[in-house]
C-alpha cells in the first residue's frame, strides 16, 4: 500500500443549524452496510482505553491525511473577546492555582501555537497548568460551532490554542499503523465526571431533591450569570461566574463525589466506612439502565479496572479523621486515583456488599494479569490512574501515552490479540480548543472533538476515519457485537466504529 494510498481524506462539509454545526461527510451513506453477525462474532474481546482531557487539535493537529491544524481557516481560530472582537494577542496565561506551575510571560498571537517549541518550549515530558473544562463553559466555547469563545471563556487564557508535535509520542506509531479516527466527539460537554457516565450509560446522572445552592444560575440567554465585578475583557482575567455542579432542573453535569468509597468524600463519623458522608452531597446512588447491565442480562462477561483502585478503596475506608494519601494526592508521588472517574461506582447496582461490585470493579493488576493469560472479560474497560492519564495539571502528556503503548503492546503480544479489537480515546477536550464544529446532538453534547485510535488484527491499516462517532458510539459498538438492547440515550447520527474494521468471511 502507498503512502498516498494509506491516507485517503474525505471532504468535509460544514453548516449551521440551530445551536451546533452540524459536521457531514461529502460521499457517505445514508444507511452504512454493517458485516453479518457472523464475522463480527470474530472479535471475542473488546477493550476500552479511557485516557484524559485532550482534543484532536492538541495532539493529532499535524497527524497526515487528518482534519487537523492546518486545516482550520480564521474564522475557526481567532478568539473573540467578551465584546466581540478579536484579541490582538491571546490573554495571559496564569500560574495553576496551587502555584505549583507558574505563569507564561509570552505575548502570543491569536492563533494556534505549539507548546513544545519557543516561545513557551514546554515539552510533553512538561505539564502544563489545568484549563477549566466545565459544562456551561464548554458550550459558550464552542459558540454555536465557531469554537471561538475558548479563550475569553478559560481561566487558563491562551493556552487553550496549544498544541504538541504528536508524531514523537508513542501512540502516534499506532495511529499511523492501524486507524485514527478524526471526527470523534467527546459524548458531553463539559468535563471528566459527565463524559464517564457518557461513556457507560449515555447519560446525565439526576439529583432533583439536591439543595438550590448546588445549582448554577443562568441568564436569559441560558449562559452562566457573571458576578458582580467579572472583568469585562479575558486580558484582565477569567470570567467570575454563579456556577454549580447542577443544572437549574437538578441534572448533575459538573463533578460530583460518588456515594461509596473510593470517594473525594470521607466516611461519615461513627458511620458505615464503605459509604461517603451524605451530608457532604455525594450524588445519589443512580439506577439508570447502563451498558453493564446490557451485558450482563446476555451473559456477556465484561468488567471495569482502575489504576489504584485497592488502594484508593482502602484509602477511602479509613476513618474520617485520618489524612488520606491516595485519593487526590498527585504531589507527593501517590496515585492521584480520581474518584469520579469510576463511573460504576455511583450505581446502586453496584453498591458495596453487593455480588455486581465483586463481579465488575477491579484493581488495573488484575486488567494486566488478565491480558498475560488471555483471561480477561469479553469487555473490559481500562482507566488508568491520575499520574498516567495525561490529564494537565497534575500529570503531563508523554508519560500517560507511553503507558498506553506499553499497554497495547502487551495486548498485542497476548493469547488475546487475534480476537480483540482495542479502542484507545480521551474523555473530553481538558478545556483545549479544536476546530471542528461538533454534530447536532441534544442538550448534553456532544462537545468538542477528541483523539480516537482503534487497534486490532480485524482494522484497516494506515487509516483516518472520517465517519461521524461520538463516546456513545464505544456503546453502540459493543452493543452491535454482543446484539444487545439498544440504549435510549446513544445518538441515531453518531456511528458504530464499524467503518474502521474489515472482517473476513
Known amino acids: 500500500m502507498t503512502k498516498?494510498?494509506?491516507?485517503?481524506?474525505?471532504?468535509?462539509?460544514?453548516?449551521?443549524?440551530?445551536?451546533?454545526?452540524?459536521?457531514?461527510?461529502?460521499?457517505?451513506?445514508?444507511?452504512?452496510?454493517?458485516?453479518?453477525?457472523?464475522?463480527?462474532?470474530?472479535?471475542?474481546?473488546?477493550?476500552?482505553?479511557?485516557?484524559?482531557?485532550?482534543?484532536f487539535d492538541n495532539l493529532y493537529g499535524l497527524f497526515p491525511g487528518a482534519n487537523g491544524i492546518h486545516q482550520a481557516t480564521p474564522g475557526q481560530y481567532l478568539q473573540l473577546d467578551h465584546n466581540g472582537k478579536p484579541f490582538v494577542t491571546l490573554p495571559p496565561i496564569p500560574a495553576s492555582k496551587d502555584g505549583h506551575i507558574p505563569a507564561i510571560a509570552a505575548k502570543l498571537p491569536n492563533q494556534p501555537f505549539r507548546i513544545d517549541q519557543p516561545p513557551i518550549s514546554l515539552s510533553a515530558s512538561v505539564p502544563t497548568r489545568d484549563l477549566v473544562h466545565r459544562y456551561y463553559q464548554n458550550i459558550e466555547q464552542i459558540n454555536g460551532g465557531k469554537n471561538n469563545h475558548f479563550a475569553a471563556i478559560s481561566d487558563a487564557g491562551g493556552l487553550v490554542m496549544g498544541y504538541y508535535d504528536g508524531s514523537k509520542l508513542p501512540l502516534w506509531q499506532w495511529a499511523q499503523d492501524y486507524v485514527l479516527a478524526d471526527n470523534f466527539f467527546m459524548g458531553a460537554f463539559g468535563g471528566s465526571y459527565l463524559n464517564h457516565q457518557w461513556l457507560v450509560c449515555a447519560c446525565t446522572p439526576q439529583n432533583l431533591t439536591a439543595p438550590d445552592k448546588l445549582r448554577a444560575q443562568l441568564d436569559s440567554n441560558g449562559k452562566l450569570k457573571r458576578k458582580t465585578g467579572s472583568p469585562a475583557s479575558a486580558m484582565q482575567g477569567?470570567?467570575?461566574?454563579?456556577?454549580?455542579?447542577?443544572?437549574?432542573?437538578?441534572?448533575?453535569?459538573?463533578?460530583?463525589?460518588?456515594?461509596?468509597?473510593?470517594?473525594?468524600?470521607?466516611?461519615?463519623?461513627?458511620?458505615?466506612?464503605?459509604?461517603?458522608?451524605?451530608?457532604?452531597?455525594?450524588?445519589?446512588?443512580?439506577?439508570?439502565?447502563?451498558v453493564g447491565d446490557t451485558l450482563s442480562a446476555q451473559g456477556v462477561s465484561w468488567a471495569w479496572y482502575a489504576g489504584g483502585w485497592n488502594a484508593a478503596l482502602a484509602d477511602g475506608m479509613q476513618a474520617p479523621d485520618l489524612q488520606r494519601g491516595v485519593i487526590y494526592k498527585h504531589r507527593d508521588g501517590a496515585f492521584n486515583f480520581q474518584a469520579h472517574h469510576q463511573p460504576f461506582n455511583y450505581y446502586a447496582r453496584?453498591?458495596?456488599?453487593?455480588?455486581?461490585?465483586a463481579l465488575h470493579l477491579k484493581d488495573a493488576e488484575d486488567f494486566f494479569t488478565g491480558i498475560a493469560n488471555g483471561t480477561l472479560p469479553q469487555v473490559a474497560f481500562y482507566k488508568p490512574t491520575g499520574h498516567l492519564n495525561e490529564h494537565p495539571g497534575y500529570t503531563d502528556v508523554l508519560?500517560?501515552?507511553?503507558?498506553?503503548?506499553?499497554?497495547?503492546?502487551?495486548?498485542?503480544?497476548?493469547?488475546?490479540?487475534?480476537?480483540?479489537?482495542?479502542?484507545?480515546?480521551?474523555d473530553e477536550n481538558g478545556g483545549f480548543w479544536d476546530h471542528a464544529a461538533p454534530p447536532k446532538g441534544d442538550r448534553w453534547g456532544p462537545g468538542t472533538r477528541i483523539p480516537t485510535l482503534i487497534i486490532s488484527p480485524f482494522a484497516k491499516r494506515g487509516f483516518v476515519d472520517h465517519t461521524a462517532y461520538d463516546t456513545t458510539s464505544i456503546i453502540k459498538f459493543i452493543t452491535r457485537r454482543f446484539e444487545l438492547e439498544p440504549l435510549p440515550g446513544v445518538r441515531a447520527n453518531a456511528g458504530d466504529l464499524l467503518n474502521a474494521f474489515v472482517f473476513g468471511q
Not at 477569567?238 to 456515594?259: A, E, K
Open 4 to 55: 498516498s494510498s494509506r491516507f485517503q481524506s474525505t471532504k468535509l462539509l460544514a453548516f449551521t443549524q440551530g445551536p451546533l454545526a452540524i459536521v457531514m461527510l461529502a460521499g457517505c451513506a445514508a444507511t452504512p452496510t454493517h458485516p453479518p453477525q457472523s464475522q463480527l462474532n470474530q472479535l471475542e474481546h473488546i477493550i476500552v482505553i479511557y485516557a484524559e482531557n485532550r482534543s
Open 238 to 290: 477569567p470570567p467570575l461566574w454563579h456556577d454549580g455542579v447542577l443544572t437549574p432542573d437538578g441534572y448533575s453535569v459538573n463533578t460530583q463525589q460518588p456515594p461509596y468509597q473510593p470517594s473525594g468524600i470521607v466516611p461519615a463519623t461513627g458511620g458505615d466506612t464503605r459509604f461517603a458522608d451524605p451530608k457532604q452531597q455525594p450524588l445519589p446512588p443512580q439506577t439508570t439502565k447502563t
Open 350 to 357: 453496584f453498591a458495596p456488599g453487593t455480588n455486581e461490585r
Open 399 to 426: 508519560s500517560g501515552d507511553q503507558h498506553l503503548a506499553i499497554t497495547i503492546e502487551r495486548i498485542r503480544q497476548s493469547p488475546l490479540w487475534p480476537s480483540t479489537a482495542i479502542i484507545v480515546t480521551y
